[in-house]
């Protein structure tokens, strides 16, 4: 016994526009949920740490690369006109924060060199950066 059905198949045009809407929606989605961290600057061997940050600073940001390179909020500055351009930073009302990220093969000497610097220019707060230990290496230890 065979059934028959009223259905007739309708031969029509696909839109393409709730396809496109779709697609849109899920790059959308994809894109806004990814998260981008780009760091613009000099490359600087930071040194590890297994302290963790527990909120970000929106402050000033001195970095001293290998060859004693010294950059201002990615900034090339020179090591004589670094009290001055904090100071100048201070009086913009920057705050009187500052992180400073050093290279592992920077000398003390330098380092000291520059938070003299940093307190002549009214810094009040030293923050060092330094990069989280991998947890295999804090797991060793």
Do not use: W
């Not at 061997?45 to 201002?72: C, H, K, N």
């Amino acid at each position: 016994m065979t059934f028959r059905t009223q259905c007739q198949m309708s031969k029509g045009l696909v839109d393409a526009a709730p396809l496109v809407n779709v697609v849109f929606l899920l790059l959308l989605f994809f894109v806004l949920n990814s998260s981008f961290v780009m760091v613009p600057g000099v490359k600087v061997d930071l040194s590890p740490s297994d302290m963790r940050l527990t909120q970000m600073f929106p402050s000033m940001v001195v970095t001293v690369a290998r060859d004693d390179l010294l950059f201002f909020n990615d900034q090339p500055v020179a090591m004589d006109k670094i009290e001055q351009t904090l100071r100048d930073a201070v009086e913009q009302g920057h705050g009187h924060e500052l992180i400073i990220k050093y290279d592992q093969q920077v000398s003390h000497g330098t380092e000291m060199e520059i938070m003299g610097a940093a307190t002549r220019a009214g810094i009040t707060t030293f923050n060092m950066a330094a990069r989280p230990e991998s947890s295999a290496a804090g797991a060793a230890n």
